[in-house]
């Protein structure tokens, strides 16, 4: 049977000895009788709060939220549509969902920018959302919530430049059944280069200035599914990746 929250904070707060008041001091609350009533059920933890009892506890995410693992087989796809910047992932994204209608398109960037851009700037540590380690959390918990409760394909036209980040997406998902596939769609620097000047984008813009950097780290990726993008049309690319290895 699965604990309810309030049942799995208790636990938390008894299996280190602590009080109530000292316990919702710790996480920011004003009084003990918060805790109690999250204990007994009766309130939620926000959000943030959730965040701040992991990060303060070192509680696994995947353990404290309250999700069934997925069980049974799962028949649609989710699709990680990686490579440079400018490579057109997103384009090849809305190609997929065109010929798939039954699909929908995670804009994994619009997660970035929301955590991005609500954090104290003393907590900036670049432009990458990989380095945010709020952002893949973000990722899993909408992912595992949307594939719960829809039958269709997922696709996620998104940059991925440390060759760990994949793992970190893939690995807790699959705890629960579900399984990523990872395409890497490969160009060179001068096709990459001109396809972003051509969407309008000025020359040493940040993309620009950082495809080498994908260029580089991509090319060691392993356990990906490679597809070559030069010279192809976009209809081409989208039957390759709907071609199931």
């Not at 579900?178 to 396809?195: A, F, G």
Request: proline fraction near 2%; aromatic fraction near 8%; glycine fraction near 6%.
């Amino acid at each position: 049977m699965i604990k309810t929250l309030g049942e799995k904070v208790k636990e938390i707060r008894t299996s280190r000895g602590m009080s109530q008041d000292a316990f919702a001091k710790s996480l920011g609350y004003s009084s003990r009788a918060t805790i109690n009533k999250i204990e007994q059920g009766i309130n939620d933890m926000t959000y943030t709060q959730l965040v701040k009892l992991i990060e303060i506890y070192q509680i696994n995410m995947n353990e404290l939220v309250n999700i069934e693992p997925i069980k049974e087989e799962r028949k649609n796809r989710i699709i990680w549509i990686n490579g440079p910047y400018g490579v057109g992932k997103s384009t090849l994204a809305e190609k997929l969902h065109e010929l798939n209608p039954n699909s929908f398109i995670f804009d994994a960037e619009e997660v970035g920018n929301a955590v991005r851009g609500n954090i104290p700037k003393e907590l900036f540590n670049g432009y990458i959302f990989e380095n945010y380690n709020l952002w893949f959390r973000n990722i899993v918990e909408l992912l595992i919530e949307i594939i719960s409760k829809y039958s269709g394909d997922i696709y996620v036209p998104m940059t991925l430049v440390n060759k760990d980040s994949f793992n970190k997406i893939a690995n807790p998902l699959k705890e629960y059944g579900l399984n990523v596939e990872h395409i890497l769609l490969e160009s060179t620097y001068e096709v990459v280069h001109d396809r972003i000047l051509a969407r309008g984008e000025q020359e040493g813009c940040w993309c620009m200035n950082n495809i080498e950097l994908c260029l580089a780290n991509q090319s060691t990726f392993k356990n990906v599914r490679r597809i070559e993008s030069i010279g192809k049309t976009v209809d081409e690319l989208a039957s390759e990746v709907l071609i199931r290895e």
